[in-house]
């Protein structure tokens, strides 16, 4: 009884053994692609309609970092700051602060350009004025939870350096002349110039 034990525990450790080994490759193992990483910052404009009160436009920088985990998918952090001066007439500025992250998709890539669609969420700032009465205004800021969707392309350059351009549609809050924050719909476009710190 006590051989059949040690033969059949012989047995399973030969069998287990055979398993555990990996097959034999017949070539070179594959090179394992690491993740690229670029920086963008240029020129940013929001349309920023106000109920009741017209619409604003804003200009400012943009200022991004970008992660690229495939050639297909990758990730984002976008920071923006845009100014008005004298909105609606009431002789105070007006700025809209954004912070915003999300995943990024690239459905097509030609050559020296890529398309790109994205998600964004994270937090907005927006700092304003509306009319009330005659000479009155309400001055007010509000900070929300903030998102956007939108897309573009990218076209690359001389060596590291590449162009993008994008346009969002961009949720942030705004106070209105009855001092509610109400949830705001704004279209961003920006035009930036990307440096690819590593390549994959």
């Given at each position: 009884?006590k051989?059949?034990?040690k033969?059949g525990?012989?047995?399973?450790?030969?069998?287990?053994?055979?398993?555990?080994?990996s097959?034999a490759?017949?070539?070179?193992?594959?090179?394992?692609?690491a993740?690229?990483?670029?920086?963008s910052?240029?020129?940013?404009y929001?349309?920023?309609p106000?109920?009741?009160?017209?619409?604003?436009?804003?200009?400012g920088?943009?200022?991004?970092?970008?992660?690229d985990?495939?050639?297909r998918?990758?990730a984002t952090?976008?920071a923006?700051?845009?100014?008005a001066?004298?909105?609606l007439?009431?002789g105070h500025?007006?700025?809209?602060?954004?912070l915003?992250a999300?995943?990024?998709?690239?459905?097509?890539a030609?050559?020296n350009?890529?398309?790109?669609?994205r998600?964004l969420?994270?937090a907005?700032l927006v700092?304003?004025?509306?009319p009330?009465?005659?000479t009155?205004y309400?001055?007010?800021?509000?900070?929300?939870f903030?998102?956007?969707?939108?897309?573009?392309?990218e076209?690359?350059l001389s060596?590291p350096?590449?162009v993008?351009?994008?346009?969002?549609y961009?949720r942030?809050?705004f106070?209105?002349?009855a001092?509610v924050?109400r949830?705001?719909?704004?279209?961003?476009?920006?035009?930036?110039?990307?440096?690819r710190i590593?390549k994959r």
């Amino acid at each position: 009884m006590k051989a059949m034990g040690k033969i059949g525990f012989l047995v399973f450790a030969l069998v287990a053994t055979a398993l555990g080994q990996s097959r034999a490759e017949t070539g070179p193992a594959a090179a394992a692609a690491a993740p690229a990483f670029a920086v963008s910052a240029g020129y940013t404009y929001i349309a920023m309609p106000i109920p009741s009160a017209g619409h604003v436009d804003l200009n400012g920088l943009d200022l991004s970092g970008h992660v690229d985990v495939s050639s297909r998918w990758g990730a984002t952090v976008d920071a923006s700051y845009v100014r008005a001066s004298n909105i609606l007439g009431t002789g105070h500025n007006s700025y809209v602060l954004s912070l915003l992250a999300g995943p990024v998709f690239y459905p097509v890539a030609r050559r020296n350009t890529r398309m790109f669609v994205r998600v964004l969420a994270g937090a907005g700032l927006v700092d304003g004025a509306v009319p009330v009465k005659n000479t009155y205004y309400l001055h007010g800021w509000v900070s929300r939870f903030s998102d956007a969707v939108g897309g573009g392309f990218e076209r690359s350059l001389s060596g590291p350096f590449a162009v993008r351009f994008s346009a969002d549609y961009l949720r942030t809050s705004f106070v209105d002349s009855a001092a509610v924050a109400r949830v705001q719909n704004n279209l961003r476009a920006t035009v930036s110039v990307l440096f690819r710190i590593r390549k994959r």
